[in-house]
């Protein structure tokens, strides 16, 4: 008897995860397990009925972080395009070197994924596994993320990562918001607006770089291989647009089965997010628009190009009519178990939201406590909306971290400043971004010369240009302690933000932010330590004035949007300082202007930049 419980043993000791991925600190580990057979379309529905968990502890003690599971069908659904299988997934980036110990929680019941008082059983042969991992330091480099560590919210203005305390800007794509309506990604179909092939970026794929099935993905992977290759840190896109401007894109086994994931889909999703994250991308996950984020659709000028608003009830697309319900639930579950790994993200709720503040606060919440990473939460909502949703979400009001901006591209440093100043007075301080740029037809619009641009509308009218963008919408936002900028394309222009496939529509673009960004970095300007301050140039016109951003008795950057000469108040600030000129269009060292050094303890003459156009001037004592 005794020998045979001895041998006996194993078979009743709870099977053991299988460990993929390099255990190493910040990058993705996965740990898949064997358990129940199941399908997409199963009776009994592998997303809302089981519930999968995983709690990691480092062996120092501390915090536990519950990391969400989820169904993987056979393991291998981006390359199989299987919707059946017996394997569940759970994906961890540790924080800590050493060794960690993880233990499973799954239990099985009618919607125990998604309400949290329904009861569930133990799943033999999961429920209970444990297990130890031994990390190592990372062995990457930037731009990859995992040299760095995560991105965190950490009460300050700025995003900090946590792997080497460097703070973060960003400068980036908005558009396409339909990004992920790609034709080479499972289950993508199209009720409006066609699918996309990123045909001009498959010259951008390299031998090495990720694909599927048999070398699909090539134009996406391209795509950012581009972006990055240009010096751009962050894209944005949609992953539930039903009922939307374009109505292409859903992680949903159907646009209308909302509580069923198409598990392949989210798979391909994965592979192309984890490319751009080891290029340095950081991914800008907007989770609904205002088409279908609580059944109202805005119409009548309540977009970038303003107007009044009218609310009419007549997109019935939303999850739980914008409640928290248990569509809402499951899909923010499934898409923080697949995502929330990843180091640089943003949660942000809603592009245009249109949901009331309790619908809002609840959603937020409930992203929080699910996500066991606390990535950056944010809302986005149309500018005459701005004062009406943001002041009822400042402060401790809500759990939000930040702003998604939009205004007209002329307005952005003014509103950049004004949300900035708000959320620090409401006691907590909100990373404030731009992204998105009117007006709504142009947005940004293709460098001078692509396809015929010339600065002018289909209409012939002239509208603004790249160089304007870069005054007033780039260096705007920075100037006015901003987190960085996003470009929208509009829907009129070239390469518009609905059917956009060549971000070498604004190659230019992506050039003078590029110069933007290498300038913080090189120079090591300590933006998080500075304060907007306009007034110390004599600017009474936030909008349209000179641009002032300083450590006071220590450094000053003067931007002058339409160059010149101009004074610097420098009273309090004794000593001598330096005076040098970046070209904000072309980059490189910084030059003498006509005056090399200035004494504070008053206003001072900071004499001629180099040349004509906009300038940044950089005192430093």
């Not at 009117?438 to 600065?455: C, E, I, K, L, T």
Request: aromatic content about 10%; overall charge neutral; hydrophobic content about 35%.
């Amino acid at each position: 008897m005794k020998f045979l419980l001895l041998f006996l043993a194993p078979l009743l000791l709870p099977a053991q995860a299988a460990v993929t991925g390099e255990n190493r600190i910040w990058h993705k580990i996965t740990l898949t397990f064997t358990g129940p057979e199941s399908s997409e379309t199963a009776a009994e529905n592998p997303f809302t009925d089981y519930r999968l968990d995983v709690a990691f502890t480092h062996r120092s003690g501390g915090r536990t972080y519950r990391v969400p599971g989820y169904f993987a069908a056979d393991g291998n659904a981006a390359q199989t395009s299987s919707a059946a299988g017996n394997k569940w997934r759970v994906h961890f980036a540790p924080d800590r070197t050493g060794e960690w110990t993880y233990r499973a929680s799954m239990v099985k019941g009618p919607r125990v994924a998604v309400e949290a008082n329904a009861n569930g059983t133990p799943v033999a042969g999961v429920d209970g596994v444990t297990g130890t991992l031994r990390i190592a330091a990372t062995n990457k480099r930037a731009p990859d993320f995992r040299a760095k560590g995560r991105l965190q919210y950490v009460g300050e203005h700025f995003l900090r990562f946590a792997g080497n305390n460097e703070y973060f800007l960003k400068a980036g794509a908005d558009s396409p918001e339909t990004l992920l309506a790609y034709e080479d990604f499972d289950g993508t179909t199209t009720r409006k607006i066609p699918l996309k092939k990123y045909a001009p970026h498959l010259r951008d794929w390299r031998p090495g770089d990720p694909t599927w099935k048999d070398g699909k993905g090539k134009g996406l992977i391209g795509a950012v291989n581009y972006l990055a290759a240009k010096g751009m840190n962050v894209m944005s896109f949609l992953t539930f647009n039903t009922g939307g401007d374009g109505d292409n894109v859903w992680p949903h086994v159907s646009p209308d089965d909302k509580l069923r994931m198409d598990v392949s889909k989210l798979d391909q999703w994965q592979i192309v997010f984890d490319h751009a994250q080891a290029k340095g991308i950081y991914l800008h996950f907007k989770l609904q628009e205002q088409e279908n984020d609580d059944n109202r659709e805005v119409v009548g000028g309540g977009g970038t190009a303003g107007g009044p608003a009218v609310a009419v009830r007549n997109v019935p697309a939303a999850m739980d009519e914008g409640r928290l319900g248990p569509e809402r639930k499951l899909y923010l579950r499934e898409l923080i178990a697949r995502f929330g790994y990843a180091l640089a993200l943003n949660w942000n709720m809603g592009e245009e939201n249109t949901q009331s503040p309790e619908e809002q606060r609840d959603m937020a919440k409930f992203i929080k406590d699910t996500d066991p990473y606390q990535h950056h939460l944010v809302v986005h909502t149309f500018p005459q909306w701005q004062d009406r949703v943001y002041s009822k979400l400042t402060g401790e009001q809500s759990v939000l971290s930040g702003a998604s901006l939009q205004m007209m591209w002329d307005q952005v440093h003014q509103r950049t400043l004004q949300w900035r100043r708000a959320s620090a007075q409401a006691g907590r301080r909100w990373i404030v971004a731009n992204d998105e740029q009117g007006s709504a037809q142009h947005g940004v619009p293709p460098d001078d010369g692509y396809q015929g641009f010339a600065g002018k509308d289909r209409q012939g009218r002239a509208i603004h240009n790249m160089h304007d963008i870069r005054k007033r919408t780039l260096w705007g936002n920075l100037m006015a302690g901003g987190a960085g900028v996003e470009y929208y394309f509009g829907y009129q222009l070239a390469e518009n933000d609905l059917v956009a496939e060549d971000f070498r529509s604004r190659d230019k673009s992506w050039d003078y932010c590029r110069i933007a960004l290498e300038f913080f970095r090189e120079h090591r300007v300590p933006f998080w330590e500075m304060e907007p301050a306009d007034a110390l140039a004599g600017n009474t016109d936030e909008a349209n004035g000179k641009f002032v951003l300083a450590k006071k008795g220590v450094l000053y950057l003067v931007y002058l949007p339409g160059g010149g000469v101009t004074q610097l108040d420098l009273s309090g600030a004794p000593g001598t300082f330096s005076v040098r000129w970046l070209n904000p269009r072309t980059g490189g060292p910084l030059m003498k202007g006509s005056v090399a050094s200035v004494r504070g303890g008053g206003s001072v003459d900071l004499g001629a930049p180099p040349g004509p156009e906009d300038w940044l001037a950089v005192l430093r004592r």
